[in-house]
């Protein structure tokens, strides 16, 4: 049997008290909460893991480039109970990463459109097609990807062995091609670090234009958080033509990035609250008292973004919510009644043709993610890799196997 290196997470399965677990969960081991299950988490690099092979409908890609996503560090990182803090649907043991691009090397039986050679990334949403929600266009949403009953369907990197590695198999539903941005890029190089990139990028794509329904040119865009998604949010809002982007973003290096990626305006709200100011003050301060006409959630802190965004909506306002977090919030519902307001929920990245845009948007030369790519490591040092990323000191970790 061949083998390969692998990034895996493993955990306890350990049902936190109070949590009220079914048995389809606990026969098969792919649970909705997964910090409410997943206790003492480790990450480990498996050097003789079994390579995939391909199946019917289904491609083999050699990895190239993986990034480094907040879920999976949250995956290691725990409350003072031991229970890892990433709150979604998962399974473990996995091989983690989903943020990915690669080059072909062999394809199952009934593959049509992509063949042995083709550079490709792919969606992390492994949606069935067949369901309600996936008739209706709610890909994202896909009941089999969500139920604990069914083991075909579910998250690459969370339920399903993910690209972390130096092979990882996935249906060819979910491929796209990449070979379009060695125009603009010039080397396979930076072309599979773009595309591990297009995934994230989709994400802030989605939550903004598909989900928010976009924004006028000339409008003021508010992005909370400058990790990856938040970043990406910035960069596509400048290219959309929005007329004033203001971000807001705590750590030294993502400030800088964000100014790269092109925000106009970058506030430290901790430095703000040294002199005294809330960051609401600085948005209507900027926008002349008008506020912002759409805020993108990005930062998963919900406690300290939703009042700030609250007292900043224009008229007319929407805020995109991107960041996840098991936390309960209260909602002044007034003021999206009287600022003709709403909040729009946003998860993941497929339908809508949403890896094709970000991709014609990079190959067209409009944005240019790999600027926040500020770390590289090879697979044998993910575990430093893993380590440099809890510090937070990035703006992406790319591993290239």
Request: aromatic residues 8%.
């Amino acid at each position: 049997m061949s083998t390969m290196r692998a990034a895996v997470v493993k955990a306890d399965f350990v049902i936190r008290e109070g949590y009220e677990i079914s048995q389809t969960e606990l026969r098969t081991r792919k649970v909705r909460e997964g910090n409410k299950v997943w206790k003492n988490p480790k990450l480990v690099l498996d050097t003789e893991y079994p390579k995939p092979k391909p199946g019917r409908g289904e491609v083999l890609i050699r990895v190239k480039a993986c990034g480094i996503c907040g879920s999976d560090i949250h995956f290691i990182e725990t409350d003072e109970a031991g229970y890892m803090i990433y709150p979604g649907l998962t399974k473990f043991p996995v091989v983690i990463g989903h943020e990915f691009s690669g080059v072909v090397e062999e394809v199952g039986e009934g593959v049509k459109w992509i063949k042995p050679g083709d550079m490709v990334t792919s969606e992390e949403m492994m949606w069935c097609g067949q369901c309600d929600p996936c008739r209706a266009g709610y890909l994202n949403h896909c009941i089999l990807l969500n139920d604990p009953g069914n083991l075909e369907f579910g998250e690459l990197g969370f339920t399903h062995d993910g690209a972390m590695a130096d092979y990882v198999v996935v249906k060819e539903k979910y491929v796209w091609k990449i070979d379009s941005l060695l125009d603009v890029y010039g080397s396979e190089e930076k072309v599979f670090e773009a595309g591990s990139l297009v995934e994230p990028t989709s994400v802030s794509y989605h939550a903004i234009f598909n989900r928010a329904g976009g924004f006028k040119p000339g409008a003021y865009v508010v992005v909370w958080g400058a990790g990856p998604i938040g970043l990406a949010a910035i960069a596509l809002s400048k290219a959309s033509g929005a007329g004033k982007v203001i971000a807001f973003e705590i750590s030294p290096v993502r400030i800088e990035l964000a100014k790269q990626m092109g925000a106009d305006y970058v506030f430290n709200p901790v430095e703000l609250e040294k002199k005294g100011m809330q960051p609401y003050e600085k948005i209507l301060d900027v926008t002349g008292g008008e506020g912002a006409d759409l805020h993108v959630e990005a930062a998963g802190a919900p406690e300290k973004t939703l009042p700030q965004m609250q007292r900043s909506l224009a008229i007319g306002g929407k805020i995109a919510w991107i960041g996840r977090a098991p936390t309960e919030v209260p909602i002044y519902l007034e003021i999206f009644q009287v600022r003709r307001s709403q909040l729009f929920g946003s998860q993941g990245h497929s339908g809508w043709s949403t890896f094709k845009n970000v991709i014609r948007l990079m190959a067209a030369g409009k944005i240019d993610m790999t600027k926040i790519i500020t770390s590289r490591f090879n697979l044998d040092d993910v575990e430093k890799a893993f380590e440099r990323a809890h510090k937070r000191i990035d703006g992406k970790i790319t591993i290239k196997p």
